[in-house]
């Protein structure tokens, strides 16, 4: 039972270009959001994050959009750098302090020159 | 900047022998997580730990699995007998009070052979 899904495994931008990455959620009590970026063999590094009560939240070259109607969430990455190329993993939770993040399979990006 | 520090970085057991993974989460946080990743798959949550005890646990988290803060800084996963299916990343994580962003470790490797 997937409760995040991230149904692009993979990703190619050319550098300079926008990055969208989705992920749909299908728990209503979610109303937390994360995005993290992972390296190989390194553990995820927070990127950005959104509440429900809001729609949108930006942070330099990241947004992320939420779309609650639609249980959807994307992240865009303008403009994509090389160094952007990592596997990206959506996260959720229900907004209780402590409560478990329950990810996405992740989506691979790949960011070329 | 705080972080999340895992020990060791790689182990290699023999199937059915104990290992313990080694967490010192950030100093202020509260409320703790073990995580794993198989290779090839999703980030999984295994448990977290808040006021010295379980607070929640997802079904891989069995009775082979047990989680213990045995002096106020260290949080540690104990796997009693290993199987080969225990071959995975495993990080460990922690959370302040009132926010929801979890940061992670770099992850343990636990190869089983």
């Known amino acids: 039972d997937q409760q995040v899904k991230q149904n692009s495994p993979s990703l190619s931008v050319q550098e300079g270009r926008i990055s969208i990455l989705n992920c749909d959620y299908t728990?209503?009590?979610?109303?937390?959001f994360l995005w993290y970026k992972k390296y190989p063999a390194e553990g995820p590094t927070f990127l950005i994050s959104?509440?429900?009560?809001?729609d949108k939240n930006e942070d330099g070259r990241f947004t992320v959009f939420l779309n609650k109607s639609a249980k959807h969430l994307s992240l865009h990455i303008v403009p994509s750098q090389p160094g952007d190329s990592a596997v990206y993993f959506c996260?959720?939770?229900?907004?209780?302090?402590?409560?478990?993040?329950?990810f996405g399979k992740g989506t691979t990006l790949s960011v070329s020159s | 900047e705080p972080e999340v520090t895992q020990t060791p970085s790689h182990q290699v057991t023999q199937m059915g022998q104990e290992v313990i993974l080694r967490c010192v989460p950030i100093?202020?946080?509260?409320?703790f997580y073990w995580y794993r990743q198989i290779l090839g798959q999703k980030v999984e949550f295994l448990v977290s730990f808040y006021n010295n005890e379980i607070s929640e646990k997802s079904e891989i988290f069995d009775d082979q699995f047990s989680v213990e803060r045995p002096d106020g800084s260290n949080f540690t996963l104990k796997i009693r007998s290993t199987k080969l299916e225990d071959s995975a990343m495993y990080f460990c994580?922690?959370?302040?009070?009132?926010?929801?962003?979890?940061?992670f470790g770099e992850g343990s490797w636990l190869t089983v052979v």
């Open positions: 728990n209503s009590m979610f109303d937390y």
């Open positions: 959104i509440s429900s009560i809001k």
């Open positions: 100093s202020n946080h509260l409320y």
């Open positions: 996260a959720a939770s229900a907004d209780q302090a402590g409560t478990a993040l329950i």
């Open positions: 994580a922690s959370t302040g009070d009132r926010g929801n962003t979890i940061y």
